[in-house]
């Protein structure tokens, strides 16, 4: 007999995953949540604001962490859905975040240098960059690196975020 350890009802994964779309889509100012397309990863996640941050009046390269060359509204998060099956048989939970269309990138200004996204941050809305803080960064993802032009537009695909919580003993 197989026993997969710990394992969770639904009722896990709606509250991580309810707080994370609430946060991500509420109202903070004028500006709701954000994604923002990064040349490179944070160095340290929980001091991440200065490098992954943006706000909501983000004009050409000022409002913005170090890293950030693009940003947009999330335009909307899925409530939990069944997620995929791991190798152990439990079942997680996903919710996805809606297609973001349109995202300009801004690198110089120049409207001919290039750059790579690296990355992307899930970040909750502010006003001015000045008032964001480290735990605005909600979460990160790795993305197969996109070769983008200063000046350009860019849409992403649906992102998920997976969870599974079970281990095999």
Request: charged letters at 15%; zero cysteines.
């Amino acid at each position: 007999m197989a026993l997969i350890l710990p394992a969770a009802p639904k009722n896990f994964y709606n509250p991580s995953f309810l707080d994370f779309k609430t946060k991500l889509l509420a109202v903070n100012g004028l500006t709701q949540g954000k994604l923002t397309l990064l040349i490179d990863p944070p160095t340290t996640i929980e001091t991440a604001w200065a490098e992954v941050g943006a706000a909501g009046d983000t004009v050409s390269n000022t409002n913005r962490g170090t890293l950030v060359i693009g940003s947009a509204d999330i335009v909307g998060i899925s409530d939990p859905i069944v997620g995929p099956e791991e190798i152990t048989g439990e079942t997680g939970y996903k919710v996805q975040i809606a297609v973001v269309p349109s995202i300009p990138i801004y690198i110089d200004g120049t409207g001919s240098t290039t750059a790579t996204v690296k990355g992307v941050a899930a970040i909750e809305g502010v006003d001015t960059f000045a008032a964001g803080t480290d735990g605005l960064v909600r979460y990160l993802f790795n993305v197969n690196d996109i070769l983008v032009t200063d000046g350009g537009l860019i849409s992403t695909p649906v992102i998920e975020v997976t969870i599974n919580y079970s281990e095999s003993v």
